[in-house]
């Protein structure tokens, strides 16, 4: 006799039943603002408890946890979470069991680098690299980065941020050999990246800034063009150094901040190996720390 076989879709929906049976179980009436009342024989809440609380019906939420073919609404799942008090980690499984987008959170509190992510910067002896927050601000960055595209601990504000850097700041544009080809691509992918934040006050003084003081971004924000870059190979020109050439790469720091880790690996051409190691070698001593 052969045993009855699951679809994927089944197996996710069995999974997201079981997965809120044992969040409501783990959860005390108390904690839940319920009075405990007489003895209970089920641990934790009652389905009708949390249908409540949530204010969904109790046969729906019943359906769900059997893993029937229900479809809860963001709406419903945000509510769900409150309702059994899910953690961020726990929120996240939630919605991606249940297959939707989480609602993304956008960070109200100031952006902060933590210890072992500045250890990590400090190790790139020989790969330029910054972290950027969620408005492309420059948060945190190595030796070798304040070599290379200068010392951002000489910027304060608007004028420590990507956007800004490349369309006004005079040095971060005579450094870019593809200036135009690269500054299209960092508005065009800026754009993709903030759609998040759309009416987010930051970003729009920051636009609104960059309209104000650059005639290419004036004329290019509006025409909406989108792109993702995550990698790429960048040519510049040092002032001292001459021409190099990079390879960088972007990577998310999964800490629900949008923080990103920019790495800039350099290539034989250009013998740019060579000439970031005698960068590095004349960089002032108290720069040679992250």
Same mark, same amino acid.
């Given at each position: 006799?052969? +045993? ?68 809860? %609404? ?29 609602? @993304? ?17 400090? +190790? ?64 065009? /992918? ?22 104000? %003081? /650059? ?15 995550? %990698? ?10 001459? %021409? ?24 034989? &051409? ?6 970031? &190691? ?7 001593? @108290?720069?040679?720390?992250?």
């Amino acid at each position: 006799m052969t +045993s009855p076989t699951h679809s994927p879709e089944d197996s996710r929906r069995r999974e997201l039943g079981a997965f809120l049976r044992s969040r409501r179980e783990r959860l005390s009436p108390q904690a839940a603002g319920i009075a405990a009342g007489a003895r209970r024989r089920t641990p934790g809440l009652r389905r009708e408890e949390v249908a409540m609380i949530a204010g969904v019906g109790t046969t729906w939420y019943t359906w769900l946890e059997q893993g029937r073919d229900v479809r809860p %609404s963001v709406e419903v799942l945000t509510a769900l979470c409150e309702a059994l008090r899910l953690d961020a980690a726990e929120k996240r499984h939630l919605f991606i069991l249940a297959g939707r987008q989480q609602p @993304e959170r956008r960070a109200a509190t100031p952006e902060k680098v933590d210890g072992p992510l500045l250890h990590m910067l400090q +190790s790139l002896v020989m790969q330029p690299a910054y972290v950027v927050g969620r408005r492309w601000d420059v948060l945190a960055w190595n030796p070798a980065a304040a070599a290379v595209f200068g010392d951002y601990g000489l910027l304060e504000g608007d004028a420590r941020n990507i956007v800004h850097m490349v369309f006004t700041n005079p040095h971060h544009r005579r450094l870019l050999v593809d200036w135009e080809g690269l500054a299209r691509a960092v508005i065009a /992918s800026f754009r993709a990246e903030s759609a998040k934040y759309v009416g987010d006050p930051d970003f729009e003084r920051l636009i609104a800034l960059m309209t104000r %003081s /650059s005639p290419e971004f004036r004329a290019w924000w509006p025409r909406r063009d989108v792109v993702r870059n995550l %990698s790429g190979v960048k040519h510049i020109r040092h002032p001292s150094a001459g %021409s190099m050439s990079f390879e960088h790469m972007s990577f998310s720091i999964d800490d629900g901040s949008d923080m990103r880790l920019i790495v800039y690996t350099p290539l034989a &051409e250009q013998n740019s190996i060579a000439k970031l &190691e005698k960068l590095l070698e004349t960089l002032p001593a @108290e720069r040679r720390t992250a």
